[in-house]
């Protein structure tokens, strides 16, 4: 069965320290990678996804970058946080196939920024 | 540009009774519909999905209605448990984007 791993779960940082999280999917080839994030009473909005090794997709403009080292690997960093940048992220994964398929996340990591 | 819309934030019904929560999208290019359930400080949990092929998935206690000209899905859950307590949300995606929208959330709450 396939299982999605992230940590920390959670995280205290100072403004201006850099940031990396990560996230990695066992028991599958070739996922789809996501990371979102959830702002305090907010919706789960879509930062990065990824299809591919090297492939990453941003979809908000932002303090944050993706990068994805192996097949299922997927890291979200940022060289210097602001408060802004506090939250809760999540990982996700879905299959690679010819239609649509569901999403399965992770547990997520806590981000506070201070 | 919020392409897919819980405008509920949040809902409470009693225990054994019908809980409906609703969405609306936007994008008419959006084949594939999902619902999921959150419990703080946890990452969503996959409950129901519906094609746009179909008007009706079931599965158990909970069942999603697509009205495709309204652009309008529903998350049906009889009966209620309070252990059916959580945020749902609704999620949107399209055959080869590979990107799930999702809404701001429905707090459910079940109250015995």
């Known amino acids: 069965s396939q299982t999605i791993h992230q940590w920390p779960a959670t995280l205290v940082q100072p403004v201006g320290s850099p940031l990396s999280l990560e996230c990695t999917v066992e028991?599958?080839?070739?996922?789809?990678l996501y990371w979102y994030r959830q702002a305090a009473g907010r919706g789960l909005q879509l930062l990065f996804y990824?299809?591919?090794?090297?492939?990453i997709s941003s979809e908000v403009p932002q303090n944050l970058s993706a990068s994805r080292p192996q097949d299922r690997q997927f890291i979200l960093s940022s060289k210097k946080l602001l408060l802004s940048d506090s939250g809760f992220y999540l990982c996700a994964w879905s299959k690679s196939p010819r239609g649509p398929a569901e999403a399965f996340f992770g547990q997520g990591t806590r981000l506070t920024v201070v | 540009d919020q392409q897919v819309k819980q405008n509920s934030p949040s809902l409470s019904v009693q225990e054994g009774r019908i809980s409906i929560l609703n969405c609306d999208y936007t994008?008419?290019?959006?084949?594939?519909f999902l619902w999921y359930k959150k419990y703080p400080a946890e990452g969503p949990t996959f409950l129901i999905s519906i094609s746009s092929i179909k008007d009706k998935n079931e599965d158990g206690r909970f069942t999603v209605f697509l009205n495709k000209s309204a652009k309008h899905l529903s998350l049906h859950i009889v009966p209620s448990q309070p252990g059916d307590s959580a945020v749902y949300f609704c999620?949107?995606?399209?055959?080869?984007?590979?990107?799930?929208?999702f809404g701001t959330g429905t707090r459910l709450k079940v109250l015995a």
């Open positions: 994008n008419s290019m959006f084949d594939y």
């Open positions: 990824s299809v591919g090794i090297g492939q």
């Open positions: 999620a949107a995606t399209t055959s080869g984007t590979y990107k799930y929208i």
């Open positions: 028991g599958t080839s070739n996922p789809n």
